[in-house]
């Protein structure tokens, strides 16, 4: 299994440029999610999935869309790029209901916005 | 507001030298208190969930206990390798997916 896989790794983007962050689990892991991790900050909820079709915001959604289409993938995608978005993004995926037990992170996709 | 605060901020230990990381919480229906271990560049990995007061879980140098306001992770005899930023995060949903987490304690082990 390869886990929680993110792409790109890194990513320069212009403001007002749009992108998506790509993140799949190969688990069957019915619950996802995408953070993001700034200095100070710690990580915060972008939008969260409890399965495929079923999508809900978490902290900081504004500026970022997300569909579950499929239970294996979990795109996040910004409309228009700002600096303010130039952060570590984490995705994470868990078992479902009753069996939470370990959250899996994938290796985050750092974005600089200029 | 529901809330995870992590002290202290950062740690110095030599090796050898035992001690503990607080994470006190202010979370509404909190359905368990994760502990994860993130190293510079990486994404956080998982140490521990509890559930209750009272619970503790262990794993090789690490003890994690839970109280009603309060977790802690304990650490035995820490080596250089355990040298990591340290993340409590409280858990909303049941399934883990609506996590607040704290800031995190970054702890470095000198030989």
């Known amino acids: 299994n390869a886990g929680v896989t993110q792409t790109p790794k890194f990513q320069v983007l212009k403001t007002g440029q749009s992108m998506t962050l790509q993140c799949a689990q190969d688990?069957?892991?019915?619950?996802m999610s995408w953070y993001r991790q700034d200095p100070g900050m710690g990580l915060r909820l972008i939008h969260y999935?409890?399965?495929?079709?079923?999508?809900d915001q978490g902290e900081v959604p504004n500026g970022y869309n997300v569909s579950r289409s499929t239970t294996e993938d979990f795109p996040l995608r910004l409309l228009s790029a700002a600096p303010s978005q130039t952060s570590v993004y984490f995705c994470a995926s868990s078992y479902g209901a009753g069996s939470s037990e370990t959250q899996y992170f994938g290796p985050g996709t750092r974005l600089l916005v200029l | 507001e529901d809330q995870v605060t992590q002290s202290p901020e950062a740690l110095r230990l030599q090796e050898g030298e035992s001690s503990s990381l607080n994470c006190s919480y202010t979370?509404?229906?909190?359905?368990?208190l994760f502990w994860y271990r993130q190293d510079p560049g990486k994404g956080p990995e998982f140490l521990f969930t509890?559930?209750?007061a009272g619970e503790e879980k262990e794993k090789e140098r690490l003890k994690a206990t839970l109280t009603k306001k309060e977790s802690f992770l304990h650490i035995t005899a820490p080596k250089p390798e355990d040298s990591a930023t340290y993340l409590c995060a409280g858990d909303t949903n049941q399934a883990g997916t609506a996590l607040i987490f704290g800031k995190g304690t970054t702890l470095s082990v000198s030989s």
């Open positions: 688990m069957n892991h019915e619950y």
């Open positions: 999935s409890v399965g495929a079709g079923i999508t």
């Open positions: 979370v509404s229906g909190l359905r368990g």
């Open positions: 509890l559930y209750s």
